[in-house]
Every structure is written in structure tokens, then in C-alpha cells.
């Protein structure tokens, strides 16, 4: 099997979807499981410590859920072929085909790369980077990669991968429709007449089928594009800016959110590039960290 093909089995990842919702459950268990790899760590890796991994990954990186079933990724992976379990043959499965979490802990379950494939990935790391980097691309926007690497154990410079390609007029078209400022703060600094850490956020990412299209962005400097992205403000239906209720801290909190909370954004020039109502809903729903705080 040569590297191509691996790389392929890795972009080919069936992933849950259904109505625009997002589920980055496999994605973000392979890679846990190329961090322990990149680690020099043990092939086969306990359902236990998955659980409690892969649970923290969820709630840091998945969209705000009561509830996150780490069996459902830790047993359908092995359909990818990218994934094997052993000490599970006296597990009883229900009628969809999965086991129960406390018979995975009891039967001391584990589950991680096919040898082949593990040993593969170990030797090539150039190929081992190249799937982390495909990974990260299919499923998050680039505001949180170093996050993600850092949250895995994969310690590499983010600065190192290539973006996927967008709309090459995106940024300039978000950036002019709010006349080269932050919609949030008003950051606007310039080098000559460049401006400086100024950038163009989807609210629907483009990794949940998201358009390069002016309602379907807006301008934040480069630390409100990393809390948006988070999840630690949305938007109303009003324009107006919503703290989480889980976001909180001491310096920095009260000077780049709180000061914001529940007053309006900057507007675009138009009212025709006004965010779309559905892409910010789908903000609220897929990223926003659960309640906002009370106004």
C-alpha cells in the first residue's frame, strides 16, 4: 500500500452528517490517535482513555452537545479500515451494531491503527503530517488548528501547512464590505497600506459547506476571529454581540469580550452584505458554547 493510497483512506473518512450539523467525532479521535503515535506511544490505546480524551476533545472543539456517545467513533472507525479493536469478543452488540460504553471500560477494550498502517505512519512522518494536516483542513478552520495540535499532543508548527484553497477574492470582499476594520473592536492597524491582522471569518465554516459570499462573512482582527471560532461569542438577531456563559477569565476578558457584550457589531456598508440569519443560526447551534450571558 503506498503512501497515496493510505492518504486517500484518510480523506475518504465517513463522517456523520445531517442537516448541517457537525460531527467531528472520528476526526478528532485520529487525531488523538496520531498524537500518541507522533508520541513514540503504544499501538493499541485503552477505550478508557479514549473516553476521557476524546470527551474533552468534543467539548472543547465539537459543537455544544448535552451528551457526546465516544463509543459510536471508537467502534464504527474500524468500517474505515483505518481502525482495530481488540478484547472485545464476548461484547454484545445492540441492533444498530454498536457495544455498550461500560462493557468497553469492563472488558478493558482498546482500539488503534491496523499494525501495518501503524507502522507505516511511524516511519514516514512526513506522510503521518500530511494526514493531520488533511484532517484539520476537512473539519476546522485554520483559527483553531494550533489549539487542536496543541489539545492532541502533536507539536509541529501550524504555520507549516497549506491552507485549502478559497474564493481568492473572499478576504478582500469581507474586508472592504466593513471598510477594513474589526466588526467587533474597530482594530484597524495598517503597514504601508496592507492591514494587519485583519482577516475574514466565515460564520458558517466552509468545512460545514459554508459559501465565500459577503453574508456569509465578517471582518475580525485576528484574536475576535479565534473567540468566534470558539465559540465564545455569537451574534443575535439584532447584530448584537452574545458572551458565552462558559467563557470567562480575569485579564483580557473584560477588555476584548465582556466590554462588547450586547452592543451591535460595526455593520457592513451594505444592508445587502448583512450576515445571513440561517448561517449565523447555524453559529449559534454548531459553535456558540451554550447560553449566552444574561444582557
Known sequence: MNNEIIAKQFSSLT??????????????????ALGKLLQNKDRMISYEEIDKKLDMLLREFGPARLHYRTEYPFWRLQNDKLWEVSGAEGIELNKSGDPKKRDLINYRVAGGFPKHLFNRLRADKKLAFQIVQELLDSNFPSSIHEDILQSVGIDID????????RHPE??????????????????????????????????????AGGPDTEVNGIALCAL?????????????????ILVSAHAYGTVGFQEWLMRFHGKKITPP???????????????IREVFRGEHREL
Not at 463522517?15 to 488523538?32: F, I, N, S
Not at 468566534?228 to 447584530?239: C, I, Q, V
Not at 456598508?269 to 453559529?283: A, T
Open 158 to 165: 501550524p504555520q507549516r501547512f497549506e491552507e485549502k484553497k
Open 170 to 207: 473572499f478576504r478582500e470582499n469581507i474586508l472592504r464590505a466593513y471598510e477594513y476594520r474589526c466588526a467587533v473592536c474597530g482594530f484597524d492597524v495598517r503597514l504601508g497600506h496592507f492591514p494587519i491582522a485583519l482577516e475574514a471569518a466565515h460564520i458558517k465554516w466552509s468545512q
Open 15 to 32: 463522517v456523520w452528517k445531517k442537516g448541517g450539523e457537525r460531527a467531528p467525532h472520528k476526526p478528532l479521535l485520529l487525531l488523538y
Open 269 to 283: 456598508q451594505r444592508k445587502s452584505h448583512y450576515p445571513d440569519r440561517k448561517f449565523v443560526n447555524w453559529h
Open 224 to 240: 475576535h476571529h479565534k473567540l468566534f471560532d470558539r465559540g465564545a461569542f455569537t451574534l443575535s438577531d439584532k447584530m448584537e
